[in-house]
Structures are given as structure tokens and as C-alpha cells.
């Protein structure tokens, strides 16, 4: 059997792609001699045959070719408009939350600001705790 061919068994006996199957130079005599998918196994198995390991991502080099030369298209399209509007309502509720939980908000106007929230009275969190200072809902911590 040819190299070539042993390679692809081996290849799907490791559940590897074709480029990661490596044949140790010293024994291509014993690789060519190979006639079953046994045969391969047999090879794996002394080492004759083998997979080189997967090699790390680069993800600090694709971080850095994000700036703002490379961006095409608006903000909206890189971040659709539905996840931008959950993100924010996400963690104004979570800040809501967190404000009646401290007891700096009373629990009576919960109601209140929940519907300014779910309306989009608020641009993010810091509008939501201006509203509140300026209409004098909050109070201090006990």
C-alpha cells in the first residue's frame, strides 16, 4: 500500500485531518508493507504512524487587526441592534436589582422604574442612577 494511502486510514483512525498524520522516516519500508486498516492500527499503535498535536490559536493577532481602519459597516451591523438593546436592558434590571436588594431604592417605586426600563426611558445604567438622584428616589444605604 502506498504512503499516500496509509496516511488517509490513519487519518480517519485518529479522527485527524490529513495534514496533522505524520509517517517516522526510519520505518517507510514497514508502512509500505501495510494492506488492512489493521495493518494502520498496528502502526499507530508502535508509533510508526502518528498525529502531531493541534497547534494554539492566534487570538491575540486577530484581536489586534479589529481596530477601527479595518471595520466595514456601522456599529449595527458588527452588533446587531436586538443584542445591543438586551445587553443594556439586561444590566439596568440587574442594577435595579441590585439597588433594591441594598435597600437604596425602596421597593414601592420598583414597579416604576421596571416600566421606564422595559420602555427605554434610560441610555444605560449612570442615566438610570441620574434619574433617580434628581427625582430623590434613592436613599441612603443602611
Given at each position: 500500500?502506498s504512503t499516500t494511502?496509509v496516511?488517509r486510514?490513519?487519518?480517519?483512525i485518529?479522527g485527524?485531518g490529513?495534514?496533522?498524520v505524520?509517517?517516522?522516516?526510519?520505518n517507510?519500508?514497514?508502512?509500505?508493507e501495510?494492506l488492512?486498516?489493521a495493518?494502520?492500527r498496528a502502526?499507530?499503535?508502535d508509533g510508526?504512524?502518528?498525529a502531531?498535536?493541534l497547534r494554539?490559536g492566534h487570538?491575540?493577532?486577530?484581536r489586534?487587526r479589529?481596530?477601527?481602519?479595518?471595520?466595514?459597516?456601522?456599529?449595527k451591523?458588527r452588533?446587531?441592534?436586538?443584542?445591543?438593546w438586551?445587553?443594556?436592558i439586561r444590566?439596568q434590571?440587574?442594577?435595579l436589582?441590585?439597588l433594591?436588594?441594598?435597600?437604596?431604592?425602596?421597593?414601592?417605586?420598583?414597579?416604576?422604574?421596571y416600566?421606564?426600563?422595559?420602555?427605554?426611558?434610560?441610555?444605560g445604567?449612570?442615566a438610570m442612577r441620574?434619574y433617580l438622584?434628581e427625582?430623590?428616589?434613592?436613599?441612603a444605604?443602611?
Amino acid at each position: 500500500m502506498s504512503t499516500t494511502t496509509v496516511k488517509r486510514l490513519a487519518a480517519d483512525i485518529l479522527g485527524v485531518g490529513l495534514n496533522r498524520v505524520r509517517l517516522d522516516k526510519g520505518n517507510l519500508g514497514k508502512v509500505e508493507e501495510a494492506l488492512t486498516r489493521a495493518d494502520v492500527r498496528a502502526l499507530i499503535d508502535d508509533g510508526t504512524v502518528y498525529a502531531i498535536p493541534l497547534r494554539a490559536g492566534h487570538r491575540s493577532k486577530e484581536r489586534s487587526r479589529q481596530g477601527r481602519g479595518r471595520r466595514k459597516g456601522q456599529k449595527k451591523a458588527r452588533t446587531g441592534g436586538k443584542s445591543a438593546w438586551m445587553l443594556r436592558i439586561r444590566s439596568q434590571r440587574a442594577f435595579l436589582e441590585q439597588l433594591l436588594g441594598s435597600g437604596e431604592l425602596p421597593a414601592g417605586h420598583k414597579r416604576a422604574i421596571y416600566m421606564k426600563i422595559k420602555g427605554g426611558a434610560f441610555r444605560g445604567k449612570a442615566a438610570m442612577r441620574a434619574y433617580l438622584v434628581e427625582n430623590r428616589m434613592l436613599r441612603a444605604k443602611e
